[in-house]
């Protein structure tokens, strides 16, 4: 099918999602499905065949394809937060953002930021997303904060975010939470380590960042022991 359009309407998309129906892998959606965990139907298409889709799109009217909302399959998000990804402007790709619909782990962290010389407005939308009821907005305004992980003026900063969700409950939120940590401790290992002393983390989190560290080939062995003094106990490490 022709993706390079100069507009889409509603009979484009139509067509569209019958050509993903036409590409899907059946052989893969049962673990794609068990690894998402989202709701919506999984097509079993690889990441990979999705991004070249996107970009194929992208050559086009790629707003008038998002204008759509084109959320059928698990698929779909995938491919709208692709081209969201190629948004320069910050206003409108905040715009598409708000309108992105996600309801996975997956969709959240296919989505990249590129903060320069937009650090502020950036910090602020990380801000407005991690404050929402939403979980994946949540997971989302957390992954806005991996792009500060090495600029020195907003790292203490991400410290102060990070003790301030110490009553988040959710799962992928703080598996993001974790993530960041252990992003932390590879570019700014003295002040995580700093952190790590008199951290305001709740315990699950903490536990889960020290074993992302001791998983990472970016760590070094001596770290990885190092960090071991850090875990929690069940039972331990109450907020106060």
Known sequence: MELNK?????????????YLESIKRPEKIEFAKRTI???????????PDLRKIS???????????????????YENTIINACLINII?????KKQY???????????????SFKIKGLEKEYWKLSDEYIKSKDLFKRRVGIRILFSYKNNDEYVDKIFKVLDNLYDENEYYVNMAIAWLLCELMIYNREKTL????????????VNKAISKCRDSFRVSKEDKELLLKYRVSFGDGEKK
């Open 37 to 47: 965990n989202t709701e919506m139907e999984v097509l079993g298409i690889p990441i």
């Open 88 to 92: 320069k402007d910050f206003e409108l």
């Open 55 to 73: 970009k194929e799109i992208s050559k086009g009217n790629y707003l008038s394809f998002l204008e759509l909302k084109n959320n059928r399959f």
């Open 194 to 205: 700093k952190y790590l002393e008199n951290h305001n983390l709740n315990q699950f989190t």
């Open 97 to 111: 953002l708000n309108k992105l619909y996600i309801d996975n782990w997956s969709t959240c962290d296919i989505l």
């Open 6 to 18: 100069k507009n889409w309407k509603d009979k484009d998309i139509e067509e569209f999602n019958k």
